[in-house]
């Protein structure tokens, strides 16, 4: 079983959509979990990151995390064709190591 | 937030030679970092954990003798893809962990480098 997981998609979702992206992970003493965007050619961005159970929201934006279901997603509100990416899921268990998914490509339809 | 600076963003070389990378955390000292390696329309794949004053810790698979990694400062870590072969064309990223506020470790990312070796 893979650290973390994620759906490799690709994801489709209309233009003013949501985008729902999922993840699992294995350790479940994981600690942070973390969210970034990958454009074609460019490095990974850094969207949001999550420590307590519960949602975060910042912007259209939204990671819910669930430590009992080892589960974190990210939903994106009204989509935009500019948020076609890759998204990849990260877990650090509090040490250096970052874990990643292999990530969920998105696209946007205008 | 912080702010990790890679240099040079695009590098065409000849087979045989070799290449530095470097990587900059700006606005915050870096113990640690990261060096991975993306090809295309593959996930990032970790080659080395660069530890300042110290050797680097290489993943399974990745020739520690090919791949130099120097973290001789808590600002500056850089990576030497020696002998370059077409095979080592790729997008190389070096990334850096800062402490945000809540206490968390968080990965922040180089622009990357794209190498071409011909």
């Known amino acids: 079983q893979k650290e973390v997981e994620q759906n490799s998609g690709p994801l489709s979702v209309p233009e003013g959509a949501i985008a729902s992206l999922n993840c699992t992970y294995s350790d479940r003493g994981s600690q942070s979990f973390f969210w970034y965007r990958q454009y074609s050619g460019k490095s990974p961005e850094l969207i949001m990151f999550?420590?307590?159970?519960g949602d975060k929201e910042d912007g259209r934006f939204t990671a819910q995390l669930n430590k009992a279901s080892q589960y974190v997603s990210l939903l994106i509100r009204d989509s935009q064709p500019s948020d076609s990416a890759t998204y990849l899921c990260a877990v650090n268990t509090g040490g250096f190591k970052t874990i990643f998914g292999a990530g969920t490509r998105l696209f946007v339809k205008a | 937030g912080a702010v990790v600076s890679q240099h040079p963003s695009r590098v065409i070389c000849k087979s045989g030679t070799s290449v530095k990378i470097e990587c900059r955390s700006l606005d915050f000292q870096a113990t640690t970092m990261f060096w991975y390696r993306q090809f295309p329309k593959q996930s990032l794949m970790l080659m080395a954990t660069s530890n300042e004053g110290s050797k680097a810790t290489y993943e399974q698979g990745v020739e520690k003798d090919k791949f130099l990694i120097n973290h001789a400062s808590l600002t500056l870590s850089t990576l030497t893809v020696t002998s370059a072969h077409p095979e080592d064309s790729s997008f190389y990223i070096c990334?850096?962990?800062?402490?945000?506020?809540?206490?968390?470790?968080?990965?922040?990312f180089g622009a990357g480098s794209r190498l071409t070796v011909l």
């Open positions: 999550i420590y307590s159970n």
């Open positions: 990334s850096a962990l800062s402490k945000a506020l809540s206490g968390a470790n968080v990965l922040t």
